[in-house]
């Protein structure tokens, strides 16, 4: 797992050290750069992004304005060289406030408690997986998926708009998944239970799709669909 996170500061110098210590964390993805809020706010537009190293004292919009302008911000660290702003940082609830000159093992450790942060976060609230295919990353929310189909070592997974063949385990993804919204009805099937349109049989029916149902998972099947 990686955090895409975007810098939000107008001085050069401290740009540059921040990307030096992004580009040494494996767990960050640099999103972009930006010298003030409302450039960062046009890049939150177009990219997903996780994470702030954020100024506060910048032109036009502080840094804490700017947060307090989002409906949904990200996760945030505040990167300042004034000491005075604490109680505002608190207000935002930001993860930790580094003074400049700010030390790497000092931004190693505001990273360590993004990164704690994030997953306790994705943990209570996920709706979505994340699956590799054609070279890509791709974030699939739970509501776009149909149906998974064991092929050999790839599960193919199916949703209303696209098909993309993952390498792994159904028994690897179910895993993943979310027990109350998706069930095995076959070896080789795992269907999300929302988008059922009907059963006939032995053959459930999902969107233009009809999947067998093994007899060895219709009571469970049943059971999860409160038939």
Request: glycine share 6%.
């Amino acid at each position: 797992m990686k955090l895409n996170c975007l810098i939000i500061d107008d001085e050069p110098l401290s740009q540059d050290i921040l990307e030096d210590f992004v580009k040494a964390c494996p767990e960050l993805n640099l999103a972009g750069i930006c010298s003030d809020a409302l450039e960062a706010g046009e890049v939150l537009k177009q990219e997903q992004v996780d994470l702030l190293f954020l100024d506060i004292n910048m032109p036009r919009l502080s840094g804490i304005g700017f947060v307090k302008s989002l409906k949904e911000p990200p996760l945030v660290i505040l990167v300042t060289a004034y000491p005075d702003y604490a109680i505002e940082g608190f207000e935002i609830e930001a993860l930790d406030y580094l003074l400049k000159p700010v030390s790497f093992e000092r931004f190693r450790t505001a990273v360590n408690r993004a990164v704690e942060r994030f997953e306790a976060k994705e943990d209570a609230g996920s709706q979505h997986i994340m699956v590799r295919a054609n070279k890509k990353n791709y974030r699939l929310n739970y509501d776009e998926i149909l149906f998974l189909e064991a092929q050999g070592d790839y599960v193919r997974f199916v949703t209303g708009e696209q098909t993309l063949i993952v390498h792994g385990t159904l028994k690897d993804f179910i895993e993943q998944l979310p027990p109350n919204k998706f069930g095995r009805i076959h070896k080789s099937y795992v269907i999300a239970l929302g988008k059922v349109v009907y059963l006939e049989g032995n053959r459930v029916k999902l969107g233009e799709y009809k999947l067998p149902v093994s007899l060895s998972y219709k009571d469970e099947l049943f059971e999860k669909l409160k038939l």
